[in-house]
């Protein structure tokens, strides 16, 4: 009893210094030019600077109409990937803004690790207008749920920041604890898509008090990073189980080498 009271005193006083250094930093955003997210040279305003910005690849069609990953020529509207039809995913669609490279890692970092929240509202136009026909069709938004002993640690999660942003800028509303994440998943970065898939099974929820804001209604799953999809994927079968009408997913990166189509 007296180790966890001293453990839970000193992850206070972590958080309590994590508060305090973002306000100073706040602050300090007052005085000083805001940095490049992905090159830290000054800007102006929030964000990426004019060479960064240049580069970052945002996703547009030809896309497979399922999975929402470039096609490497265009076959035609409606065509969907090879992998959208050997491998079907729990969700009915998912559309990225940009693809995941040095640059929208780069974002990712700032935002997860870097306190760099004011990016979130740039971000989430972004992944609004990547995704204006999920959001045009759709009842709720629902972040990818962290572990609560990961939450404690980061203090914040960054699919919900996305989230928030994503409702603001489209007017969706957000089912906040739609999902529960009830099983701690080590890492996803570093294990195969077989061993991603195992880390995540069962690992999501939906409580019993949350089956109303779930049961008949059209959700849009919401994440940072689609690496292999087991993430959303877990999310999807949850929501679906629990009764929902369709489940979609929106995320702002995603790591997408281009496929062949269906025929
Ligand atoms: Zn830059």
Redesign the pocket.
Known sequence: MGDLAATVSATRRKRAAGALRAVLRAGLDLALPRL?A??R?PVEGPG??P??WSKLAFIRRPYCERLGIPFVYDPGPGILSMQAIADPPAYRRARAAVRFDEISRALVHALKYGDRLDLAPMMGRWIGQAGGELLAGADALVPVPLHWRRLWARRFNQSAMLTSAVSAASGVPVASGALKRVKATAQQVGLSRAERAANVQGAFRVPEASKPTVIGRRLVVIDDVLTSGATVEGCARALMRAGAANVDVLVFARVADAVQTSI
């Open positions: 490049c992905a090159c040279e990426l600077c060479t960064c």
